[in-house]
Nanobody, 116 residues
Framework: QVQLVESGGGLVQAGRSLRLSCAAS????????MGWFRQYPGNQRELVAS???????HYYGSAKGRFTISRDNAKNTVYLQMNYLKPEDTAVYYC??????????WGQGTQVTVSS
């Protein structure tokens, strides 16, 4: 079973950047679409960005124009570069397969806190 470990979060001021990493314990090559999700307290996880094995990307909501998702299949790692961070980006960020049939157990996530 592939385990997912997110890292790279922290406390930053608005306007700054963070780069999140998601390291998988096994191969993610067989997972067609990987995504970064975020969860606000008391809310469900929402998809922020996704990337296909072939490299095509999609962004959702306020992530458009500010976030960049990438994946390194050889390293079994997915990244999320977040620029021009806003206080409303404050959340716990997770990575996982976008399609339910490829979904793995959720990791612990990484906390991102953006101060104004």
């Amino acid at each position: 079973q592939v385990q997912l470990v997110e890292s790279g979060g922290g406390l930053v001021q608005a306007g700054r950047s963070l780069r999140l990493s998601c390291a998988a314990s096994g191969s993610i090559f067989s997972i067609p679409v990987m995504g970064w999700f975020r969860q606000y307290p008391g809310n469900q996880r929402e998809l922020v960005a996704s990337i296909h094995t072939g490299g095509s990307t999609h962004y959702y909501g306020s992530a458009k124009g500010r976030f960049t998702i990438s994946r390194d299949n050889a390293k079994n790692t997915v990244y999320l570069q977040m620029n021009y961070l806003k206080p409303e980006d404050t959340a716990v960020y997770y990575c996982n397969a976008v399609e339910y049939r490829f979904r793995r157990d959720w990791g612990q996530g990484t906390q991102v806190t953006v101060s104004s």
